[in-house]
């Protein structure tokens, strides 16, 4: 079945640290995309990073980069220096490539960042 | 360049109404994706369409129907309301490549 799991409900982190948010996936398809979006309380979802399943880099976007591990079935978010105005919920999601712009979601892990 | 909007942004109704969302894409976005957001079951895709045709539908019942103009504006129905359709609901678009971009939502509740 394909799913995501983001096994961290809450995270919290103080101001300038880093912070890693776990995400595991599950499909057996070759061709998939991987993404994490940020919600903020005001609710609209922020697309921060994607990371196609043939990339063999990982992705980065200013401070936000992506571990990527296939064998794993994991694709990590690493926020670098940690702001106070990143704290929200944090999403990851997985498109197939047979489902046209369907996004599969995980729960989201809710991230505090502390003064 | 401006961005998904949706419309109303916040909605009460009761049970046994019916409703319609709309959502515009960003200009140039022809596919168009509804998600709807739960505390309880979290995100979970409604439906998706690409130049007026419905080609990806989720797992929800026939009560909830969308469309899609040429304009490529998109309109989400949801009829005989049910207390467990209180929820936000997303609209996303997209163009090319891989990133969706998702408007504010419509927070519905039904009372």
């Known amino acids: 079945a394909q799913k995501i799991t983001q096994t961290q409900p809450g995270m919290f982190v103080q101001e300038k640290e880093a912070v890693t948010l776990d995400c595991t996936y599950d499909?057996?398809?070759?061709?998939?995309?991987l993404f994490w979006y940020k919600q903020p309380s005001s609710g609209e979802m922020i697309f921060l990073i994607y990371?196609?399943?043939?990339?063999?880099q990982n992705a980065t976007e200013g401070r936000y980069s992506l571990n990527f591990q296939k064998a794993r079935k994991s694709a990590n978010l690493v926020i670098s220096a940690s702001q106070l105005g990143d704290s929200a919920m944090y999403f990851c999601?997985?498109?197939?490539?047979?489902?046209?712009?369907?996004?599969?979601f995980g729960a989201g892990t809710r991230l505090a960042v502390h003064p | 360049k401006a961005g998904v909007t949706q419309t109303p942004r916040y909605l009460i109704k009761t049970r046994g109404q019916q409703v319609t969302l709309s959502c515009s894409p960003i200009?140039?976005?022809?596919?168009v994706s509804w998600y709807q957001q739960t505390p309880g079951q979290g995100l979970q895709f409604l439906f998706e369409?690409?130049?007026?045709?419905?080609?990806n539908k989720g797992n929800f019942p026939g009560r909830f129907s969308g469309r899609q103009f040429s304009n490529s504006r998109s309109e989400m129905n949801v009829s005989t309301l049910e207390l467990g359709d209180s929820a936000l609901y997303l609209c996303?678009?997209?163009?090319?490549?891989?990133?969706?971009?998702f408007g504010p939502g419509t927070r519905l509740l039904v009372l």
């Open positions: 996303a678009s997209r163009r090319g490549g891989e990133t969706q971009y």
């Open positions: 499909t057996s398809d070759q061709s998939y995309g």
């Open positions: 990371q196609g399943s043939y990339d063999e």
């Open positions: 999601a997985m498109r197939l490539s047979g489902g046209y712009n369907k996004l599969i």
């Open positions: 200009s140039g976005h022809r596919s």
């Open positions: 369409y690409f130049s007026e045709t419905q080609r």
